[in-house]
């Protein structure tokens, strides 16, 4: 056993071994730490779920619309195997199997690439709520395909006469205007302005969080044949 004091608290640890030379270099790696301020006290107490804490905190409070996908499906993978782990025990070795078992599961390396990725955000979260003094060494896998590639014209003319009547007007507005389809189907006629010609994207569908406007010199054509429709 070590014993120091920080803060005024003495600080009790086990070095983990029955040498007194290695208890000595853990004291003196400690007495280190506390004069750069990187020792936390109570750090090898923080659990895998205190992390993912963390993380559901941040994402509600900054209203990240990616909380779902983090939370619910990214963290299910990472709980079936740091479930128990501390975090001080999830070291960069520790990752490596993680990914590997995650590949024997036929996982993709992009998935892989995002789960580690949510993982290393609770790190940095803890980090910077002074819970934690460092994170292992993150090495996202390589491989990982990239989209790529444009619909021609004329193929998209093609698909556009075969859609349903209901999903041709949401196809030609995501294609002319390069809309992402989760703000394309929350658009309400209140963002739209028939005679400006404009459709404006709210600051929550955003990606960037911030207010931008979208001008769609078809956008027009689309509206009118969907009220056609409806007969409005």
């Given at each position: 056993m070590i014993s120091f004091y920080h803060h005024g608290r003495e600080i009790r640890e086990s070095s983990e071994s029955e040498t007194e030379a290695a208890a000595r270099k853990l004291l003196k790696r400690r007495l280190a730490e506390t004069q750069t301020g990187r020792f936390i006290a109570d750090e090898e107490r923080v659990a895998f779920d205190n992390l993912v804490d963390g993380l559901v905190t941040d994402y509600r409070l900054n209203k990240r619309r990616s909380l779902?996908?983090?939370?619910?499906?990214?963290?299910?993978?990472?709980?079936?195997?740091?479930?128990?782990?501390?975090?001080?025990?999830?070291?960069?070795?520790?990752?490596?199997?993680?990914?590997?078992?995650?590949?024997?599961?036929?996982?993709?390396?992009?998935?892989?690439?995002?789960?580690?990725?949510?993982?290393?955000?609770?790190?940095?979260?803890?980090?910077?709520?002074?819970?934690?003094?460092?994170?292992?060494?993150?090495?996202?896998?390589?491989?990982?395909?990239?989209?790529?590639?444009?619909?021609?014209?004329?193929?998209?003319?093609?698909?556009?006469?075969?859609?349903?009547?209901?999903?041709?007007?949401?196809?030609?507005?995501?294609?002319?205007?390069?809309?992402?389809?989760?703000?394309?189907?929350?658009?309400?006629?209140?963002?739209?302005d028939l005679q400006g010609r404009v459709a404006r994207l709210k600051a929550e569908d955003s990606k960037s969080s911030e207010r931008g406007f979208c001008h769609w010199l078809a956008v027009c054509g689309s509206l009118f044949k969907s009220e056609r429709r409806r007969g409005g």
């Open positions: 779902k996908s983090a939370a619910l499906n990214n963290v299910r993978h990472l709980r079936e195997f740091f479930g128990f782990d501390r975090a001080v025990d999830i070291t960069s070795d520790r990752l490596t199997k993680y990914q590997l078992r995650r590949r024997e599961q036929c996982a993709s390396v992009a998935t892989i690439n995002r789960e580690c990725a949510t993982l290393r955000r609770m790190f940095s979260i803890a980090i910077e709520a002074g819970k934690l003094s460092l994170r292992p060494i993150f090495k996202m896998l390589d491989g990982e395909r990239v989209r790529q590639g444009f619909v021609e014209h004329g193929d998209f003319c093609w698909l556009l006469d075969h859609l349903p009547d209901h999903l041709g007007p949401l196809v030609e507005f995501l294609y002319c205007g390069a809309w992402r389809k989760s703000p394309a189907r929350n658009l309400e006629w209140r963002e739209i």
